[in-house]
């Protein structure tokens, strides 16, 4: 830990500046926001495990914070200052997990233009009756077999969940989801995992050793690659009525597989080689 009871002595005051406008950025209030912890939580396992800076006045002049967050033009009253590098290698370093159970498919991902004109007619054609579409008439056979093996949310336990690689500069690139922040003061906990499960979110474990000697463990979810959707395509149709129905179903409607099974069945096959 770099603790600097006075920056005139302990650091150049413009390297202090420096340091704290440019590498330094990360207050203990932001860490708590980016973990979704609390002060306590973060004294207990970060501050004693990443290096940082603490401001502390003297005798002479009370007041560093003061006059630092002046010159900063920043109104925080924090003490305590973190590099997001050094944190996010420790946070690199500290992960325990990094598993996923399922990959969430939009089988409108596979279907040629000509197939989603196809299907866009017929559902407008039977819009008022009664009559089911079945989308495996418009989708190549090995695709439309995937159908078979979506596992609904209430039969989650029976997936397992697969070990694979965090992506590259995890803790900088991606947003970190914990149940207990999504859930809010109103949520359900039930309703927020099935909706994590059904959009196929990677599950990640951090384990930390806190001053104390006790290990803090926390859980994440992360939206990684989770899906397979035509959010990119852009495909021109002719509105000839209910489009934007048509629409709400094609980018609303997915399968929920199991991860080890479109890995081992299904992965190879439709790998990047969507209908353009």
């Known amino acids: 830990m770099s603790k600097i009871t006075s920056p005139i002595i302990k650091m150049d005051y413009e390297n202090l500046l420096n340091a704290l406008n440019k590498t330094h950025t990360l207050s203990v209030a932001d860490v708590c926001e980016f973990l979704k912890v609390g002060r306590n939580w973060v004294s207990e396992y970060i501050t004693s495990n990443v290096p940082h800076i603490f401001i502390q006045g003297t005798r002479s002049i009370p007041n560093w914070r003061a006059i630092i967050n002046c010159h900063l033009n920043k109104n925080d009253s924090e003490l305590i200052w973190f590099s997001p590098d050094q944190l996010f290698s420790f946070l690199e370093n500290s992960i325990a997990a990094f598993s996923r159970q399922t990959v969430a498919v939009s089988p409108f991902a596979f279907m040629t233009d000509d197939a989603i004109q196809a299907l866009y007619r017929d559902f407008e054609k039977n819009y008022d009756s009664e009559n089911a579409l079945l989308l495996s008439q418009y989708l190549p056979v090995n695709v439309a077999e995937m159908e078979s093996y979506s596992i609904g949310v209430t039969a989650r336990s029976k997936v397992k969940h697969i070990p694979i690689n965090p992506p590259q500069q995890l803790f900088k690139n991606y947003e970190l989801k914990a149940i207990r922040a999504l859930i809010g003061y109103s949520g ?55 489009l934007t129905d048509f629409k709400n179903i094609v980018y609303n409607y997915i399968w929920t597989i199991p991860y080890d099974v479109y890995v081992s069945r299904f992965e190879k096959i439709v790998s990047g080689d969507f209908p353009k």
């Open 188 to 242: 359900i906990d039930e309703v927020v995992r099935r909706k994590l499960y059904k959009s196929g979110h990677s599950r990640l474990e951090l384990n930390i050793k806190g001053k104390k000697g006790k290990t803090g463990k926390l859980v994440f979810f992360v939206d990684y690659n989770n899906y397979i959707f035509p959010e990119n395509r852009n495909i021109e149709l002719t509105d000839i009525g209910h």
